[in-house]
T-cell receptor, first 114, second 116 residues
Framework: EPEVTQTPSHQVTQMGQEVILRCVPISNHLYFYWYRQILGQKVEFLVSFYNNEISEKSEIFDDQFSVERPDGSNFTLKIRSTKLEDSAMYFC????????????FGPGTRLTVL | AQSVAQPEDQVNVAEGNPLTVKCTYSVSGNPYLFWYVQYPNRGLQFLLKYITGDNLVKGSYGFEAEFNKSQTSFHLKKPSALVSDSALYFCAVRDIGAGNTGKLIFGQGTTLQVKP
C-alpha cells in the first residue's frame, strides 16, 4: 500500500540554524500539506501546496518557513533560522483531492531546537 | 470558521467493554469529518471518514462513527475495546471553504486508555 515517507525521523539543531525536512508524498496525489504538533498539543496546519505553489498558509507559516517540490517527488519544508519554539513533530500529508479524499500522513520528523 | 471539539481529554474503559470517544463540530456547509489515531511516537493513521450517505460509518480495526447532524456530532465507537486500542484519537474536519485547499482542522485529541 502506498505511504507517505519522511526523513529524518529526528533532527536536532542549534537555534538559528537552518533545517530542511523531507517528505515523499503518495505518487498520484496532487495536494500536499505540512502540519506540526507541539508536544502534548493538537495538530496544527502550516501550509498547503498545489500545482507547484503555496495554496494556503497559516499564521504560523511566517517568512522563516518555505516549501518546495524540487523534483516532482520530494516535498520539503525549510526553516531558515530555527527558534526554540519550533521544536515540534512535523507531519507531511498528501491527498488526491481537496474535499472528500483522505489525507494520508507520514510518520513525522521530530525537530528539537537547542 | 470550521472547528472541532473533543470534550474529553481522556477516556478510560475496560477491555471488552464498548467505547465512545466524543467529537462535535461547527462548519458552514456540508461537513467532511475524519478520525485519526496516533500511537506513541508514530504518525497519524486514518481510521474512517464521513462524507455523505449512511450516518453510521465503518472504518479500520473495528471502529465505527456515528454522524448526527442535529447534534453536530461525530462520535467514534467500538463495540468491544482492546488494550491495543490505547492511543491518542483525533477528530478532524476538512476545511473546503472558498479559497481553501482542504486542510484538516483537528480537535485537541482524546487519550483512550483501555485497561485489561
Amino acid at each position: 500500500e502506498p505511504e507517505v515517507t519522511q526523513t529524518p525521523s529526528h533532527q536536532v539543531t542549534q537555534m538559528g540554524q537552518e533545517v530542511i525536512l523531507r517528505c515523499v508524498p503518495i505518487s498520484n496525489h496532487l495536494y500536499f500539506y505540512w502540519y506540526r504538533q507541539i508536544l502534548g498539543q493538537k495538530v496544527e496546519f502550516l501550509v498547503s501546496f498545489y500545482n507547484n505553489e503555496i495554496s494556503e498558509k497559516s499564521e504560523i507559516f511566517d517568512d522563516q518557513f518555505s516549501v518546495e517540490r524540487p523534483d516532482g517527488s520530494n516535498f520539503t519544508l525549510k526553516i531558515r533560522s530555527t527558534k526554540l519554539e519550533d521544536s515540534a513533530m512535523y507531519f507531511c500529508a498528501s491527498s488526491a483531492g481537496r474535499k472528500t479524499d483522505t489525507q494520508y500522513f507520514g510518520p513525522g520528523t521530530r525537530l528539537t531546537v537547542l | 470558521a470550521q472547528s472541532v471539539a473533543q470534550p474529553e481529554d481522556q477516556v478510560n474503559v475496560a477491555e471488552g467493554n464498548p467505547l465512545t470517544v466524543k467529537c462535535t463540530y461547527s462548519v458552514s456547509g456540508n461537513p467532511y469529518l475524519f478520525w485519526y489515531v496516533q500511537y506513541p511516537n508514530r504518525g497519524l493513521q486514518f481510521l474512517l471518514k464521513y462524507i455523505t450517505g449512511d450516518n453510521l460509518v465503518k472504518g479500520s480495526y473495528g471502529f465505527e462513527a456515528e454522524f448526527n447532524k442535529s447534534q453536530t456530532s461525530f462520535h467514534l465507537k467500538k463495540p468491544s475495546a482492546l488494550v491495543s486500542d490505547s492511543a491518542l484519537y483525533f477528530c478532524a474536519v476538512r476545511d473546503i471553504g472558498a479559497g481553501n485547499t482542504g486542510k484538516l482542522i483537528f480537535g485537541q485529541g482524546t487519550t483512550l486508555q483501555v485497561k485489561p
